[in-house]
């Protein structure tokens, strides 16, 4: 199993960036993909999730509108377009994924339901 996020970088306050997570090594199409970030000194956090048929959830109402997820099954890979980007959504985003046949739980946006997770790419906002 493998993903990868890239797309990371840079930016000033009211830029855009679109990160991307291109996966291998299991059957993209039965997974279900979240974006998490993690900022220095804070805990992981849920972004976005996404699941198999490409509906998007939100995990945090707070980024609603500026930060979407989708998703290509033809090319093994899940974005998360940010818009708008603020010092404060500086952080290492990661992406995870979840086989969509496991057991419902009672949030998706917990990072310890997520089976498999990228390295992560490194946003930083600059004010």
């Known amino acids: 199993v493998q993903m990868v996020e890239s797309g990371g970088g840079l930016v000033q306050a009211g830029e855009s960036l679109r990160l991307s997570c291109t996966c291998s090594?299991?059957?993209?199409?039965?997974?279900?993909f979240g974006w998490f970030r993690q900022a220095s000194e804070k805990e992981r956090e849920g972004v976005l999730w996404i699941n198999w048929r490409g509906d998007p959830i939100e995990c945090d109402d707070s980024l609603k509108g500026r930060f979407t997820v989708s998703r290509d099954n033809a090319k093994n890979t899940v974005y998360l377009q940010m818009n708008i980007l603020q010092p404060e959504d500086t952080a290492t985003y990661y992406c995870?994924?979840?086989?969509?046949?496991?057991?419902?739980?009672?949030?998706?946006?917990?990072?310890?339901?997520?089976?498999?997770w990228g390295r992560g790419t490194q946003v930083t906002v600059s004010s």
């Open positions: 090594g299991f059957l993209f199409e039965n997974y279900d």
């Open positions: 995870a994924a979840r086989n969509r046949h496991l057991p419902n739980v009672p949030s998706m946006c917990a990072s310890e339901v997520w089976s498999f």
